[in-house]
T-cell receptor, first 111, second 110 residues
Framework: EAGVTQFPSHSVIEKGQTVTLRCDPISGHDNLYWYRRVMGKEIKFLLHFVKESKQDESGMPNNRFLAERTGGTYSTLKVQPAELEDSGVYFC?????????FGPGTRLTVT | GQQVMQIPQYQHVQEGEDFTTYCNSSTTLSNIQWYKQRPGGHPVFLIQLVKSGEVKKQKRLTFQFGEAKKNSSLHITATQTTDVGTYFC??????????FGKGTTLSVSS
């Protein structure tokens, strides 16, 4: 069974540019989560999809972040325009129960 | 919102020594999960505890959930270099997401 995949693995962009991160969950998992870990700090929740619906987006930092999950399959997280403080590792996770399976993450560096 | 405090933030041990990380909450927890993240890797689920006083073992790892369900610990016996990484406790909130502790980063020298 394929795990959670994320693309790209790394992204380096300049402040003010736009970046789109993609997550493909484990097939059949209705729940999809986005998390972010800023250097040396805890992993923080961003938002949660159940199928194509946003269940909880209380962790989204501001309106520069837009997440979608069209058709309830893969999800994208767009940051526009990117700021320096957006740098970090963005993890996607999926689940069908309480155990969450994390993807390898996208390391975003905003310069 | 619910928070979990995790200590210590860093721990360095000699190979063969034991290691413990602690997770505490001011409120009663419905469950506690533990994850391990290797350097450069992603969090990997280790275990979930739900019962008061629960103790579970995985080889050299022992997980405990306090009687009051306000604290938990992960103990590694006789650490090995393969144990290096960051250990996170997390609380699963039904219908939403995991609330993570800040993690304990373990380094092991041989």
């Amino acid at each position: 069974e394929a795990g959670v995949t994320q693309f790209p693995s790394h992204s380096v962009i300049e402040k003010g540019q736009t970046v789109t991160l993609r997550c493909d969950p484990i097939s059949g998992h209705d729940n999809l989560y986005w998390y972010r870990r800023v250097m040396g700090k805890e992993i923080k929740f961003l938002l949660h999809f159940v199928k194509e619906s946003k269940q909880d987006e209380s962790g989204m930092p501001n309106n520069r972040f837009l997440a979608e999950r069209t058709g309830g399959t893969y999800s994208t997280l767009k940051v526009q325009p990117a700021e320096l403080e957006d740098s970090g590792v963005y993890f996607c996770a999926s689940s069908q129960g309480t155990e969450q399976y994390f993807g390898p993450g996208t390391r975003l560096t905003v310069t | 919102g619910q928070q979990v405090m995790q200590i210590p933030q860093y721990q360095h041990v000699q190979e063969g020594e034991d290691f413990t990380t602690y997770c505490n909450s001011s409120t009663t927890l419905s469950n506690i999960q533990w994850y391990k993240q290797r350097p450069g890797g992603h969090p990997v689920f280790l275990i979930q505890l739900v019962k008061s006083g629960e103790v579970k073992k995985q080889k050299r790892l022992t997980f405990q959930f306090g009687e009051a369900k306000k604290n938990s610990s992960l103990h590694i016996t006789a650490t090995q270099t393969t144990d290096v990484g960051t250990y996170f406790c997390a609380v699963y909130q039904a219908g939403t997401a995991l609330i993570f502790g800040k993690g304990t980063t373990l380094s092991v020298s041989s």
